[in-house]
C-alpha cells in the first residue's frame, strides 16, 4: 500500500508580480517614446500629460511559497477506496521555490500582455489517514521531504489605471505546470488586483492587494502501471503587499509577500523595461 500512497501530493503554483502602470506627468517634458508604434494610442494619452511605461519588459524573478492542502476522494485505478483512504484526514505541506523568466508588451495604454516560463522545485511532507480495520482508528502514513521538479509555462493579460499619485492593476495569468516523474500536470488561474501609491518622484511605490488561485481541484496521475486521483482543498485567496522600486536606464525591482488561511510566500522580481 506504501507504494500506492507514495504519489498523492500536490504542487501549487502561484506567481505574482507588481505590473508597470501609467501616471501623470506634470513636468512639461515630451516623453521620449513619442513616436513609437507600441503601445497603440500612446501618443494621444502622453498628449493628455500622462507618462506611460515602456511597452516591452523583461524580468527575471523568484518566488517561494508555502501552502497547506486538504485531500480526498481518493480513487486508484479509477475505484474509490474511501474506505482505506477516508475523507478528510489527509493533507500535505508543499514548499515550493520558483525561478522564472517573464516578458510582457503594453498593446494599449492601459492593456498588455505577458508570458512566462520557469522552472520549480517542491518538498512535501504528506500525511495520509488509513482506516486501521484491527480496531477502527485512524493511523497515518508520514512521508516528509519529498522533491519533485516541474516545469511552469504561463500566459496573462494586465489592465491598469492610474491618477496623480494613486493607481491600480489587475493581472489574469493561465498556468500551467508539469510535474516530472510522477505524470501530473495541474493548471491555474490566477488573479492578482492591486491598489498602489507612488511616493512623490523618488521612484518608489507602495502596493497592496489580493491574489486569488483557482487551480485544478482534480489531481490525477500515474506511477508505473497504478493509476490515481484525488481531489484538493485550501483557501483561494491571499493578501499582497509590498514595495516597487523604479531605478535609472528603466530597471525596476519589487518585493511582495502574500499570507492567507493556507499560503504564505514572498517574490522578488528584477526586471528592465525597452
Known amino acids: 500500500m506504501k507504494r500506492a500512497l507514495v504519489p498523492f501530493y500536490i504542487l501549487l503554483l502561484s506567481v505574482s508580480y507588481v505590473s508597470p502602470v501609467i501616471s501623470?506627468?506634470?513636468?512639461?517634458?515630451?516623453?521620449?517614446?513619442?513616436?513609437?508604434?507600441?503601445?497603440?494610442?500612446?501618443?494621444?494619452?502622453?498628449?493628455?500629460?500622462?507618462k506611460l511605461p515602456k511597452p516591452v519588459g523583461l524580468s527575471l524573478?523568484?518566488?517561494?511559497?508555502e501552502d497547506l492542502m486538504q485531500l480526498g476522494d481518493f480513487k486508484i485505478d479509477g475505484e474509490p477506496v474511501d474506505d482505506i483512504l477516508p475523507d478528510g484526514s489527509s493533507n500535505t505541506t508543499n514548499t515550493t521555490s520558483i525561478v522564472a523568466l517573464r516578458g510582457d508588451v503594453w498593446i494599449l495604454p492601459f492593456w498588455g500582455f505577458n508570458a512566462m516560463i520557469g522552472k520549480?522545485?517542491?518538498?512535501?511532507?504528506i500525511s495520509i489517514g488509513v482506516s486501521d480495520f484491527s480496531n477502527?482508528?485512524?493511523?497515518?502514513?508520514?512521508?516528509?521531504?519529498?522533491?519533485?521538479?516541474?516545469?511552469?509555462?504561463?500566459?496573462?493579460?494586465?489592465l491598469a489605471y492610474g491618477h496623480k499619485q494613486f493607481f491600480t492593476t489587475i493581472?489574469?495569468?493561465?498556468?500551467?505546470?508539469?510535474?516530472?516523474g510522477v505524470g501530473v500536470s495541474l493548471d491555474a488561474l490566477v488573479v492578482t488586483p492591486l491598489i498602489g501609491f507612488n511616493i512623490g518622484d523618488s521612484g518608489?511605490?507602495?502596493?497592496v492587494g489580493g491574489q486569488y488561485q483557482d487551480y485544478q481541484r482534480q489531481l490525477k496521475g500515474q506511477l508505473g502501471d497504478i493509476r490515481f486521483s484525488a481531489t484538493q482543498t485550501s483557501s483561494r485567496w491571499s493578501t499582497m503587499v509590498g514595495m516597487q522600486k523604479e531605478f535609472t536606464d528603466n530597471w525596476e525591482a519589487s518585493l511582495m509577500a502574500q499570507s492567507g488561511k493556507t499560503r504564505e510566500g514572498f517574490t522578488f522580481m528584477l526586471g528592465k523595461r525597452f
Do not use: C
Request: glycine share 10%; net charge negative; no cysteine.
Open 61 to 65: 524573478f523568484t518566488h517561494q511559497q
Open 120 to 125: 520549480a522545485v517542491t518538498s512535501s511532507d
Open 204 to 207: 518608489w511605490r507602495i502596493v
Open 136 to 158: 477502527g482508528n485512524l493511523a497515518r502514513l508520514e512521508v516528509n521531504g519529498m522533491a519533485t521538479s516541474s516545469t511552469i509555462t504561463a500566459v496573462g493579460t494586465t
Open 24 to 50: 501623470n506627468d506634470d513636468t512639461g517634458v515630451k516623453d521620449e517614446d513619442y513616436g513609437r508604434t507600441l503601445p497603440f494610442f500612446g501618443d494621444r494619452v502622453r498628449d493628455m500629460g500622462i
Open 171 to 180: 493581472d489574469a495569468q493561465y498556468v500551467s505546470t508539469s510535474v516530472s
